[in-house]
């Protein structure tokens, strides 16, 4: 019997060469996603040999585009973006606008473009990928750190950005000359009803999810998960993720991207979401990978050849426009020049973003082929160049710390809220407490020292909460406690106690130290995430030490035995 194994053939061979040269890129310590964009090239038309089926793979790929949404939608946190508002939103719009105007005007002027093909070209440039971002992030340690904070808030602006973006290119692509319109597109209406029509539906559509999706779909999973089946509850989260997305592109025109990341924006409100990040997870990684593969697939080699001063000029927009714009950028917000060098290179790529509107853009007329290839080229040298870039930030820093009065004035700042305000009351200055780091752990230690009122000095890196703090009346201190100018602004030195509430063992061991230096008496109660770092930390002596899983054992130990013996306290030991 003879089959049309296509379907097969494609991904047979976009996951088997994704597979060895993703493992060949993370073993040079390069994204393996640009081991997915070169497999995708190796099976495309434009290069010899094996060719797979272009459009299965553009159909795969749009279900990637679905699940990565929809993952983003996922990790989508408001209150995350709002720590960090003050320099997430102004910074990356004005970044993008930057990078934007950089693009246009040079595809306009050296390239002579057209102008909306110019304007559609610097808008792909402008946005980085949140999938690199947040592994090199990951892969430092650093999302939890104010400067993974601050990174990956700006991300997450530009992601709503590109979104709304992504809604209003079709209606607006007969103004920007698309050459691919649909009768209607090219009819009389005038532009303003064919964008009110488009946001009403998008409107529409955002107060369906939000009124009536975020009660149905935490019921259905309710339901689901009721039956203790694993694969029931995995299959209603990706056929929410992914008939949401389809049902919002035919019933309100809007795209499958927009509908996919607002099924994961409801669905991260529920009770159920940690456990859909987990199920689906394996879900977006394969069909992310063809969406990556699917993209490759596109890429024209020769465009290397041909075109070399093109791609190279659009590689220096991206990594030293971009990178040097939020550079600047930050440091006007009066952060110093470690974080404004993160975020730079945090910036200083692009991706999967890009991608799909270029993707879109080419389907719209908008974008030449030689457009998606530059954009292609482009993106695969700036996130090769990416981990460099994140090696260097500390040496870059360095160098500078060493050469020049400026980048010292930079890098300390002259911050309003690193000091306690000198009206501070008396009894947070002598026998008090600090807490360090006010997370989810740190308010809680707050309120119940509120409760007896014990007096409480915070020290925190994110300035926002500091200052919302002070608006409290809350003696706050804004810096990282591995400083000792920070501790000493908590008054450390006549300190009762400190707590560190936050879970990174390497600022705990620095944090320590200070403190013990400049207060040998100070009782130190520290938290830790990680069972062989309480029993390092407890042999060494240097204080109180808690473990989250520990103490959330001996709590329900506790009332257990409590239950079988009423009125009986039960301690229960801590492991040696």
Same mark, same amino acid.
């Given at each position: 019997m003879?089959?049309?194994?296509?379907?097969?053939?494609?991904?047979?061979?976009?996951?088997?060469?994704?597979?060895?040269?993703?493992f060949?890129a993370?073993?040079?310590?390069m994204?393996a996603?640009?081991?997915?964009l070169?497999?995708?090239?190796?099976i495309g038309?434009?290069?010899?040999g094996?060719?797979?089926?272009?459009?299965?793979?553009a159909?795969?790929?749009?279900?990637?585009?679905?699940?990565?949404?929809?993952?983003?939608?996922?990790?989508?946190?408001?209150?995350?973006?709002?720590?960090?508002?003050?320099?997430?939103?102004?910074?990356?719009?004005?970044q993008?606008?930057?990078?934007?105007?950089l693009?246009a005007?040079?595809?306009?002027?050296?390239?002579?473009?057209?102008w909306?093909q110019?304007?559609?070209?610097?808008?792909?440039?402008?946005?980085?990928?949140t999938?690199?971002?947040?592994?090199a992030?990951e892969?430092?340690?650093?999302?939890d750190?104010?400067?993974?904070?601050?990174a990956?808030?700006?991300l997450?602006?530009?992601?709503?950005a590109?979104?709304?973006?992504?809604?209003?290119?079709?209606?607006?692509?007969?103004?920007?000359?698309?050459?691919?319109?649909?009768p209607?597109a090219?009819?009389?209406?005038?532009?303003?009803?064919?964008?009110?029509?488009?946001?009403?539906?998008?409107?529409?559509?955002?107060?369906l999810?939000?009124?009536?999706?975020?009660?149905?779909?935490?019921?259905?999973?309710?339901?689901?998960?009721?039956?203790?089946?694993?694969?029931?509850?995995t299959?209603?989260v990706?056929?929410?993720?992914?008939?949401?997305?389809?049902?919002?592109?035919?019933?309100?025109?809007v795209s499958?991207?927009?509908?996919?990341f607002?099924?994961?924006?409801?669905?991260?409100?529920?009770e159920?979401?940690?456990?859909?990040?987990?199920?689906?997870?394996?879900?977006?990684?394969?069909?992310?990978?063809?969406?990556f593969?699917?993209?490759g697939?596109?890429?024209?080699?020769?465009v290397?050849?041909l075109?070399?001063?093109?791609?190279?000029t659009?590689v220096?927009?991206?990594?030293?426009?971009?990178?040097?714009?939020?550079?600047?950028?930050?440091?006007?917000?009066?952060?110093?020049?470690?974080t404004?060098?993160?975020v730079?290179?945090?910036?200083?790529?692009?991706?999967?973003f890009?991608?799909?509107?270029?993707?879109?853009?080419?389907?719209?007329?908008?974008l030449?082929?030689?457009?998606?290839?530059?954009?292609?080229?482009?993106a695969?040298?700036?996130?090769?160049?990416?981990?460099?870039?994140?090696?260097?930030?500390?040496?870059?820093?360095?160098?500078?710390?060493?050469?020049?009065?400026?980048?010292?004035a930079?890098e300390?700042?002259?911050?309003?809220?690193?000091e306690?305000?000198t009206?501070?009351?008396?009894?947070?200055?002598? %026998?008090?407490?600090?807490?360090?780091?006010?997370?989810?752990?740190?308010?809680?230690?707050?309120?119940?020292?509120?409760?007896?009122?014990?007096?409480?000095?915070?020290?925190?890196?994110?300035?926002?909460?500091v200052?919302?703090l002070?608006?409290?009346?809350?003696?706050?201190?804004?810096g990282?406690?591995?400083?000792?100018?920070?501790?000493?602004?908590a008054?450390i030195?006549?300190?009762?106690?400190?707590?560190v509430?936050?879970p990174?063992?390497?600022?705990?061991?620095?944090?320590?130290?200070?403190?013990?230096?400049?207060n040998?008496?100070?009782?130190?109660v520290?938290?830790?995430?990680?069972?062989?770092?309480?029993?390092?930390l407890?042999?060494? %002596?240097?204080g109180?030490?808690f473990?989250?899983?520990?103490?959330?054992?001996r709590g329900?130990?506790?009332?257990?035995?409590?239950?079988?013996?009423?009125?009986?306290?039960?301690?229960?030991?801590?492991p040696?």
């Amino acid at each position: 019997m003879e089959h049309n194994i296509s379907l097969i053939s494609t991904l047979a061979a976009g996951f088997g060469i994704a597979l060895v040269l993703g493992f060949v890129a993370e073993r040079i310590k390069m994204p393996a996603l640009v081991g997915y964009l070169l497999a995708g090239i190796i099976i495309g038309p434009n290069t010899p040999g094996f060719v797979a089926d272009v459009q299965l793979a553009a159909q795969l790929s749009e279900i990637g585009v679905m699940l990565l949404m929809f993952g983003v939608g996922l990790h989508f946190s408001l209150r995350d973006l709002l720590a960090v508002r003050r320099i997430a939103i102004p910074g990356a719009i004005v970044q993008m606008a930057f990078a934007t105007v950089l693009g246009a005007l040079l595809a306009f002027y050296a390239w002579g473009w057209p102008w909306g093909q110019a304007l559609v070209f610097g808008v792909t440039l402008s946005c980085a990928s949140t999938v690199v971002l947040l592994k090199a992030i990951e892969a430092r340690g650093a999302l939890d750190t104010m400067n993974g904070r601050i990174a990956v808030g700006w991300l997450v602006v530009e992601d709503l950005a590109t979104v709304l973006v992504l809604v209003l290119l079709p209606p607006l692509a007969s103004v920007l000359g698309g050459a691919n319109q649909a009768p209607a597109a090219a009819s009389d209406v005038p532009i303003w009803v064919t964008l009110g029509i488009t946001l009403l539906q998008v409107a529409g559509f955002v107060a369906l999810m939000l009124v009536a999706g975020s009660r149905l779909i935490p019921w259905v999973l309710w339901h689901v998960s009721r039956t203790g089946s694993r694969e029931l509850f995995t299959l209603a989260v990706i056929a929410a993720a992914i008939g949401i997305a389809f049902g919002a592109a035919q019933l309100f025109s809007v795209s499958f991207a927009l509908g996919a990341f607002f099924a994961g924006m409801v669905m991260r409100e529920s009770e159920f979401a940690h456990r859909a990040a987990q199920e689906s997870l394996p879900f977006r990684d394969a069909f992310s990978v063809l969406f990556f593969v699917a993209v490759g697939m596109l890429f024209e080699p020769a465009v290397l050849m041909l075109e070399p001063i093109k791609v190279l000029t659009v590689v220096l927009i991206i990594v030293v426009g971009k990178g040097l714009a939020s550079l600047l950028l930050v440091l006007a917000f009066r952060y110093p020049l470690n974080t404004a060098l993160t975020v730079s290179a945090s910036l200083a790529q692009i991706g999967e973003f890009s991608f799909i509107l270029a993707g879109l853009s080419v389907a719209l007329g908008l974008l030449p082929a030689e457009g998606m290839s530059l954009i292609l080229a482009a993106a695969l040298i700036s996130i090769a160049l990416n981990p460099l870039l994140f090696a260097m930030v500390e040496p870059v820093r360095r160098w500078f710390l060493a050469r020049s009065d400026i980048a010292r004035a930079l890098e300390i700042r002259v911050d309003p809220y690193a000091e306690l305000p000198t009206d501070t009351a008396r009894r947070y200055l002598e %026998g008090q407490v600090v807490i360090v780091g006010f997370g989810r752990v740190g308010r809680r230690i707050a309120d119940a020292l509120v409760e007896r009122d014990i007096p409480y000095v915070v020290v925190e890196q994110r300035r926002e909460v500091v200052e919302a703090l002070r608006r409290k009346g809350v003696p706050a201190v804004s810096g990282n406690a591995t400083d000792a100018a920070v501790l000493i602004q908590a008054h450390i030195a006549n300190a009762a106690m400190m707590v560190v509430a936050t879970p990174d063992l390497m600022d705990i061991r620095a944090t320590v130290e200070i403190a013990r230096t400049l207060n040998p008496d100070i009782e130190l109660v520290l938290r830790t995430h990680s069972e062989s770092e309480s029993v390092l930390l407890r042999q060494e %002596g240097v204080g109180a030490v808690f473990f989250g899983e520990e103490e959330l054992a001996r709590g329900m130990a506790g009332y257990v035995l409590g239950r079988f013996f009423p009125g009986m306290t039960h301690p229960v030991p801590v492991p040696d």
